[in-house]
């Protein structure tokens, strides 16, 4: 029932953080992003809570975002919180 998507959009000229504030105004999402570090690079993190319990971490592609998000069932949604927190400490950008 784990499961980590990986996805890429336009940032249309913005920088990653106004990126993220912009589309969790777009998506109504009211869980406030932090800032994390991947590959010695700035990044984001929020909860999601529109469709279910939800993490995405967006990490800055240029003129892309990278957006991996991990969702469970509300039950196990724990249970693979540290291998998604493994895989984004794991990645290595070049």
């Not at 109504?28 to 994390?36: F, G, M, N, P």
């Amino acid at each position: 029932g784990f499961k980590v998507d990986i996805a890429f959009q336009d940032k249309q000229g913005k920088t990653l953080k106004q990126w993220v504030d912009s589309n969790a105004t777009v998506t109504a999402e009211t869980q406030k992003s932090k800032e994390i570090t991947v590959s010695d690079e700035t990044a984001y993190q929020q909860n999601l809570t529109k469709n279910g319990q939800q993490v995405a971490t967006y990490i800055d592609r240029g003129d892309k975002v990278m957006i991996i998000t991990y969702s469970a069932p509300s039950a196990k949604f724990g249970e693979g919180g540290d291998f998604y927190n493994n895989l984004i400490t794991s990645i290595k950008l070049t």
